[in-house]
T-cell receptor
Framework: NAGVTQTPKFQVLKTGQSMTLQCAQD?????MSWYRQDPGMGLRLIHY???????DQGEVPNGYNVSRSTTEDFPLRLLSAAPSQTSVYFC?????????????FGDGTRLSIL | AQKITQTQPGMFVQEKEAVTLDCTYD???????LFWYKQPSSGEMIFLIY??????QNATEGRYSLNFQKARKSANLVISASQLGDSAMYFC????????????FGQGTRLTINP
């Protein structure tokens, strides 16, 4: 009963490095999204996808890329890491069949940029 | 644009007391959904309760209930008979209707239950 799986759980990068945060779900959910959580600011939407091959920007997309080649996977790429991207990143998915379905979250990736 | 406001950064409550966490929202869309999530110190996001804008009754899930006042645009979470394990961050979130289905979160309220 995996749900939403995020890897890695922790990562330290140097400024300018690139990396990919992985997200996979096994619930056949159409909708997937990435959030970042900074202290005192709640969760903010970075990018989202309503299905394979379809992605769109959220509230804070700059510095991040996403792709959705399969229903299961939704990786988040940091192109050139900056200290301002130090945060906790959450991936989430939900079924779009019914409007009352909540988003299921992964356990998060804690990312530090030095 | 939709917006969620949680005005209580922190709350302290005695064990077994009821507690109300405030949430107000702003949207011009008649179709929307309101969610509450709990985030314990371990960091995961746990879904608690949902209220749809067209629901006639306030939502309830065990010890959790939602005091939905549509005209005032408020969706307060009520936890009855609080327990030590209820200590956590609590987030209110809103999703508007339509195809985008984006979720917007409030800043959260840190609830501490004292023994």
């Amino acid at each position: 009963n995996a749900g939403v799986t995020q890897t890695p759980k922790f990562q330290v990068l140097k400024t300018g490095q690139s990396m990919t945060l992985q997200c996979a779900q096994d619930m056949n959910h159409e909708y997937m999204s990435w959030y970042r959580q900074d202290p005192g600011m709640g969760l903010r939407l970075i990018h989202y996808s309503v299905g394979a091959g379809i992605t769109d920007q959220g509230e804070v997309p700059n510095g991040y890329n996403v792709s959705r080649s399969t229903t299961e996977d939704f990786p988040l790429r940091l192109l050139s890491a900056a200290p301002s991207q130090t945060s906790v990143y959450f991936c989430a998915s939900r079924s779009t069949v019914q409007s009352n379905q909540p988003q299921h979250f992964g356990d998060g990736t804690r990312l530090s940029i030095l | 644009a939709q917006k969620i406001t949680q005005t209580q950064p922190g709350m302290f409550v005695q064990e077994k007391e009821a507690v109300t966490l405030d949430c107000t929202y702003d949207t011009s869309d008649p179709s929307y959904g309101l969610f509450w999530y709990k985030q314990p110190s371990s960091g995961e996001m746990i879904f608690l309760i949902y209220q749809g804008s067209y629901d006639q009754q306030n939502a309830t899930e065990g010890r959790y209930s939602l005091n939905f006042q549509k005209a005032r645009k408020s969706a307060n979470l009520v936890i009855s008979a609080s327990q030590l394990g209820d200590s956590a961050m609590y987030f209110c979130a809103m999703r508007q209707g339509g195809g985008a289905q984006k979720l917007v979160f409030g800043q959260g309220t840190r609830l501490t239950i004292n023994p």
